[in-house]
């Protein structure tokens, strides 16, 4: 395709070169430009994906953008993913569910709403860990957003049993509401889970870095640990879950596969993920169980 030279080496924008963003705010220090663009190079996609950032009281403007200047569609994200619900002409099932939307895709001008946070959590899970979830116990700490869509995307896989804990009780009791196969739990269910996945925001750089979600005493050998938080890349959860003896991923493998639905709803065709994985694999820490403190 246009744009790039038969070496790979040049990669020009030119009058034809299409334009995918990112809205969130304040969104600056994302990874999915370098996530999406070099999965667009390796493609042959003649595209390039940029960070609008976008404060709140912008964000209906943004949207109306999309379809203004014929971007191909936008990511979204913090604070926007609720917002930009009532902007879109359409929703996804999963989006509509969720009352979140974290992809919106430009269908000649109709802008459809649709969240792959979920799919990428599963996707994540069955290409890192090698685990369907089908018929398994997930344990999932939070009820915030990320928390909604991993729940959503096990109830729709199948999973046998799917436990909830929140610090803040109500929000984890609406989340059950979603099927009878959520159940809200307390800190000791967690033994009996395959899986354990921290979407709280509990261990991300700041006020937060030095606190964890869960009494890691708690954790078993034979449980798989997916901390959805990557900034730091190991938080205190990790180390302590790798020194149990747990296999444990950070959030790097969700937010590369969540991307990677996106474009795999764009253009019809896999995303090259060992390429996007590339991208991110210096941040991937994959520090021995042994050095753990
Ligand atoms: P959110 O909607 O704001 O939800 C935050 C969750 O964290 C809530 O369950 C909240 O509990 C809990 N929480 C916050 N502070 C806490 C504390 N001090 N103690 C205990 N629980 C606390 O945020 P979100 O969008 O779901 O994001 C949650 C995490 O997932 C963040 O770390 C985010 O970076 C990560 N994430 C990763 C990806 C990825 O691709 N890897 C994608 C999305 C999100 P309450 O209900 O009690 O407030």
Known sequence: MSGIDDSGNEWEISGTTRVVGLIGY????????AIHNAAYRAMGIDARYVVFPVQGDAVREAVAAIRALNLVGVSVT???KSAVVEYVDELTS???RLS???????????????STDGEGFLRALAQMHGVDVTGRHVAVLGAGG???????ACVDAGCG???VMNRTQSAAIRLAE???????GSAPDVVSADVVVNATSVGMDGALVDEMPIDPSLLQPSQVVMDLVYSPNKTRLYTAARARGCE??????MLVHQAAAQIERWTGKPAPIDTMMRVVAPRVDDTDASEAT
């Open 94 to 96: 999963a989006a509509s």
């Open 161 to 163: 049993q799917v436990t």
């Open 146 to 152: 990320a928390a909604r869509a991993i729940v959503g």
């Open 100 to 114: 979140s939307v974290n992809w919106i895709s430009n269908n000649d001008g109709t802008l459809v709403g649709d």
């Open 26 to 33: 304040p969104a600056t220090y994302s990874l999915s430009p």
């Open 248 to 253: 444990v991923s950070n959030g790097l493998g």
């Open 178 to 184: 979603l099927s009878p196969v959520i159940r809200v």
């Open 78 to 80: 913090v604070p926007h």
